[in-house]
């Protein structure tokens, strides 16, 4: 079956205290997005790749970092999460064509900092 | 830059019509609209490209007017499966891919 998947889905953490978000798909995608969901504020970019080893900021990369070293796996760190990133995020893949950009999202991961 | 969206809410009855609009300042070459449920990941409606292409999808129809960097969605006789988030999403001129706020829809029976 074709999917996204994130780890872990649901996700309570302290103030500075590193973590791992991790999204893989089964797909053979080329372009892979982490977003992250605020109430009112739609679906934010965190950061995107376009392909192995090419990542690039989206509108909101400021605390995230991210690592693209296999095609099929793209995943979300913080390194110093704060409670400003509490959040709802969701990893998204397509493929690299602009007649079928359709993307495909994770289940999504809540992250609550306390 | 993020897209508009208007309205921001809105609630129809079952087998009523409803028009979301999307809106941007920038320069378009696509628009793509998604549906998201409560508690459940967004999920693509159709993708409309530069061309004032206009794209139907059962009940579910879209224009693009790139001249006035506008797309609607049209939703048709609604269900009440057609309840949910809608978003539009973007892609211009030195712009990457962006979604709007959403539009919140409730069909009720």
């Known amino acids: 079956e074709a999917q996204v998947t994130q780890n872990p889905r649901y996700l309570i953490t302290v103030t500075g205290k590193k973590l791992t978000v991790t999204c893989s798909q089964n797909?053979?995608?080329?372009?892979m997005s982490w977003y992250r969901q605020d109430p009112g504020l739609g679906l934010r970019q965190i950061y995107y790749?376009?392909?192995?080893?090419?990542?690039d900021k989206g509108d909101v990369p400021e605390g995230y970092k991210v690592s693209r070293k296999e095609k099929r796996n793209f995943p979300l760190i913080l390194e110093s999460p704060s409670p400003n990133q509490t959040s709802l995020y969701f990893c998204?893949?397509?493929?690299?064509?602009?007649?079928?950009?359709?993307?495909?999202f994770g289940p999504g991961t809540r992250l609550t900092v306390t | 830059q993020q897209p508009v969206q208007s309205p921001q809410a809105v609630i129809l009855r079952e087998g009523e019509d409803a028009v979301i609009n999307c809106s941007s300042s920038?320069?378009?070459?696509?628009v793509h609209w998604y549906r998201q449920k409560h508690g459940e990941a967004p999920v693509f409606l159709m993708i409309?490209?530069?061309?004032?292409e206009q794209k139907g999808h059962e009940k579910i129809s879209a224009s693009f007017n790139e001249k006035k960097q506008q797309s609607s969605l049209y939703l048709t006789a609604s269900q009440l499966s057609y309840s949910g988030t809608y978003f539009c999403?973007?892609?211009?001129?030195?712009?990457?891919?962006?979604f709007g706020p959403g539009t919140r829809l409730s069909v009720l029976p």
């Open positions: 409309l490209l530069k061309g004032g």
């Open positions: 790749s376009m392909n192995v080893e090419v990542t």
């Open positions: 999403g973007t892609e211009g001129d030195g712009q990457n891919f962006v």
């Open positions: 998204a893949s397509s493929l690299l064509n602009r007649i079928s950009y359709e993307q495909y």
């Open positions: 797909m053979n995608h080329e372009y």
């Open positions: 920038k320069a378009l070459y696509s």
